[in-house]
Antibody, heavy 122, light 108 residues
């Protein structure tokens, strides 16, 4: 069974740091791009960051660029998100998601974790 | 533009057909994917690409696209389809993704 299990969420102070982890199982982790998507309380989904499986190229939303760093440990089948300089507006449930690519025009987040809550206190 | 626009709320009578739409410039170059999210749960992929359904998604869910508009159609809506639905695609640069604001579907 394909599974993603996030951890590392919690309460952080404004300007502080947290590191999220996402343990993957049930698929060849190295072969797929992975992403982080967040959802602020009562709000919609927001793509945060992605990392390719092939060459580990990374991509970020403007809202987190320069503050968040996505990475992956292929030996541990684990995805990470290092979050620095946290702001109140980073408060959200953070989901990790596996990317399925059909063609260069067709891809999607086909497997999601259960999410981990990050609260930034001001 | 990197935005995807959805109607905030749509309602449908039980057993009827409903179409949820998503508009954005990036949809001229990339297919949308659609996600169903129920309260307190993680999103679930229901449609992606031209019209692909993941395993376990009922065939009453289908997708289509024309120009800058993607649509999710539920044919014969069921009570359990009541949820928030989000569209998603790559943005115009191709290096990032963008979500629509979501549509709350009410089944009457």
């Amino acid at each position: 069974e394909v599974q993603l299990l996030e951890s590392g969420g919690g309460l952080a102070q404004r300007g502080g740091s947290l590191r999220l982890s996402c343990a993957a199982s049930g698929f060849t982790f190295n072969s797929f791009a992975m992403s982080w998507v967040r959802q602020a309380p009562g709000k919609g989904l927001e793509w945060v960051s992605s990392i390719r499986g092939s060459d580990a190229s990374t991509y970020y939303a403007d809202s987190v660029k320069g503050r968040f760093t996505i990475s992956r440990d292929k030996s541990r089948n684990t995805l990470y998100m290092q979050m620095n300089s946290l702001r109140a507006e980073d408060t959200a449930v953070y989901y990790c998601a596996k990317v399925v690519v059909v063609t260069t025009m067709e891809d999607a987040f086909d497997v999601w974790g259960q999410g981990t809550m990050v609260t930034v206190s001001s | 533009s990197s935005e995807l626009t959805q109607d905030p709320a749509v309602s449908v009578a039980l057993g009827q057909t409903v179409r949820i739409t998503c508009q954005g410039d990036s949809l001229r170059n990339y297919y949308a994917s659609w996600y169903q999210q129920k309260p307190g749960q993680a999103p679930v992929l229901v449609i992606y690409g031209k019209n692909n359904r993941p395993s376990g998604i009922p065939d009453r869910f289908s997708g289509s696209s024309s120009g800058n508009t993607a649509s999710l159609t539920i044919t014969g809506s069921q009570a359990e389809d009541e949820a928030d639905y989000y569209c998603n695609s790559r943005d115009s640069s191709g290096d990032r993704w963008v979500f629509g604001g979501g549509t709350k579907l009410t089944v009457l």
